[in-house]
């Protein structure tokens, strides 16, 4: 059987995110080009407009997303990119009376009621309205339409389903393609409620505000991953690897990622071709073998700088990078901070 190498390129553990962006250069025009593409406002009625206390410049907005915020009366408190193709902000949002709607927007929305939110429902839930330390999932596929009244200030976490590939096989030993986000409307869970309100108390900017964040924000996926996910609705998966097949690659790729990895290596553990093995990897995997080697490289990168004390270049040896230089590349382009700097900043 022939092999032919994996490359274990950040750029393919995160081309299916490539939607973000990861330059700096573009940092505030992509993060608000991706956060409210979706919603349409109609609003009836707003009161005076509060000045935000650190407007982002107007060069720095999208023009389609700074032309459809700007037709509501919601102000922008905070927003950042935290690494890892997630963003965040805060939102303040005052009317007497206006509608808005959600028509299916591509990416996952978390929403945490931070204050208000008494006037607000969604109409197709009558008679249900928001409160403080309330949550909302809201899925890529979903659509909804919102009724506000009054105020409402709220946490937005953005998304997108591939955050819940790796985590699903992961976590759950389940298929990706076979999870979604639920569909909930004011709901209550305790540590994501406590996790939200760390994430809204703490800093995002800065390299070091937004690493902090991003431990807190994938821990909060994490949660969310195993309380308000749901079969996906297309019913019984076809194709595939067999639960055991998958179960049995996933194992041995964390066993030898110190190895130079192959495409052959995978298909004799699976017992199938390498074109095959390719093919079926993807589909219940949620990504290519290449992409799923890379990522697990830096969660395993990530884990035992958080836990040991490992020269780097041994850390690179353990997870299969050629050098420390090489490591040090990936590792910051995946995580926006050097290695050694992420170390200290976890442990400070």
């Given at each position: 059987?022939?092999?032919h190498?994996?490359?274990?390129?950040?750029?393919?553990?995160?081309?299916?995110?490539?939607?973000?962006?990861?330059a700096?250069?573009a940092?505030?025009?992509?993060?608000?080009?991706?956060?409210?593409?979706?919603?349409?406002c109609?609003?009836?009625?707003?009161?005076?407009?509060?000045?935000?206390?650190?407007?982002?410049?107007?060069?720095d907005?999208?023009?389609?997303?700074?032309?459809?915020?700007?037709?509501?009366?919601?102000?922008?408190?905070?927003?950042a990119?935290?690494?890892?193709n997630?963003?965040?902000?805060?939102?303040d949002?005052?009317?007497?009376?206006?509608?808005?709607?959600?028509?299916?927007?591509?990416?996952?929305?978390?929403?945490?009621?931070?204050?208000?939110?008494?006037?607000?429902q969604?109409?197709?839930?009558?008679?249900?309205h928001?409160?403080p330390?309330?949550?909302?999932?809201?899925?890529?596929?979903?659509?909804?339409?919102?009724?506000?009244r009054?105020?409402?200030?709220m946490?937005?976490?953005?998304?997108?389903?591939?955050?819940?590939?790796?985590?699903?096989?992961?976590?759950?030993?389940?298929?990706?393609?076979?999870?979604?986000?639920?569909?909930?409307?004011?709901?209550?869970?305790?540590r994501?409620?406590?996790?939200?309100?760390?994430?809204?108390d703490?800093?995002?900017?800065?390299?070091?505000?937004?690493?902090?964040?991003n431990?807190?924000?994938?821990?909060?996926?994490?949660?969310?991953?195993?309380?308000q996910?749901?079969?996906?609705?297309?019913g019984?998966?076809?194709?595939?690897?067999?639960?055991?097949?998958?179960?049995r690659?996933?194992?041995?790729?964390?066993?030898?990622?110190?190895?130079?990895?192959?495409l052959?290596?995978?298909?004799?553990?699976?017992c199938?071709?390498?074109?095959?093995?390719?093919?079926?990897?993807?589909?219940?995997?949620?990504?290519?073998?290449?992409?799923?080697i890379?990522?697990?490289r830096?969660?395993?990168?990530?884990?035992?700088?958080?836990?040991?004390?490992?020269?780097?270049?041994?850390?690179?040896?353990?997870?299969?990078?050629?050098?420390?230089?090489?490591?040090?590349?990936?590792?910051?382009?995946?995580?926006?901070?050097?290695?050694?700097?992420?170390?200290?900043?976890?442990?400070?």
């Amino acid at each position: 059987m022939k092999n032919h190498s994996i490359a274990d390129g950040a750029g393919a553990g995160l081309s299916v995110l490539a939607v973000f962006g990861a330059a700096a250069s573009a940092r505030y025009t992509v993060v608000l080009s991706f956060l409210i593409p979706m919603i349409t406002c109609d609003c009836t009625m707003s009161v005076r407009p509060v000045p935000a206390a650190d407007s982002p410049p107007a060069a720095d907005i999208a023009h389609k997303v700074f032309h459809t915020m700007s037709q509501t009366e919601a102000r922008l408190e905070r927003y950042a990119l935290l690494g890892d193709n997630l963003a965040m902000a805060i939102w303040d949002r005052r009317t007497e009376h206006s509608h808005t709607s959600y028509i299916q927007p591509g990416h996952h929305t978390l929403s945490f009621y931070l204050g208000g939110g008494y006037g607000t429902q969604r109409r197709e839930e009558p008679g249900s309205h928001g409160a403080p330390q309330l949550l909302c999932a809201l899925p890529d596929w979903h659509e909804s339409r919102w009724l506000l009244r009054g105020n409402v200030r709220m946490l937005h976490i953005y998304f997108l389903p591939e955050h819940f590939t790796r985590r699903a096989v992961v976590e759950l030993d389940r298929e990706p393609r076979g999870l979604t986000l639920a569909d909930r409307t004011y709901f209550e869970h305790p540590r994501i409620v406590s996790l939200c309100r760390t994430l809204s108390d703490m800093p995002w900017h800065g390299p070091d505000a937004a690493l902090r964040a991003n431990e807190v924000t994938h821990e909060t996926l994490s949660e969310l991953l195993r309380s308000q996910t749901v079969p996906q609705r297309q019913g019984r998966l076809n194709g595939g690897l067999a639960p055991a097949v998958r179960r049995r690659l996933a194992e041995f790729i964390d066993a030898e990622l110190a190895r130079n990895l192959t495409l052959g290596m995978l298909a004799q553990v699976a017992c199938l071709s390498e074109f095959h093995l390719a093919r079926m990897f993807r589909v219940s995997f949620g990504m290519p073998p290449s992409a799923w080697i890379a990522q697990r490289r830096i969660d395993r990168a990530r884990h035992l700088l958080k836990t040991t004390a490992l020269p780097l270049q041994q850390v690179a040896d353990a997870c299969g990078y050629a050098d420390a230089s090489h490591f040090s590349h990936r590792f910051r382009a995946a995580t926006g901070v050097p290695a050694g700097h992420y170390r200290k900043l976890l442990l400070a």
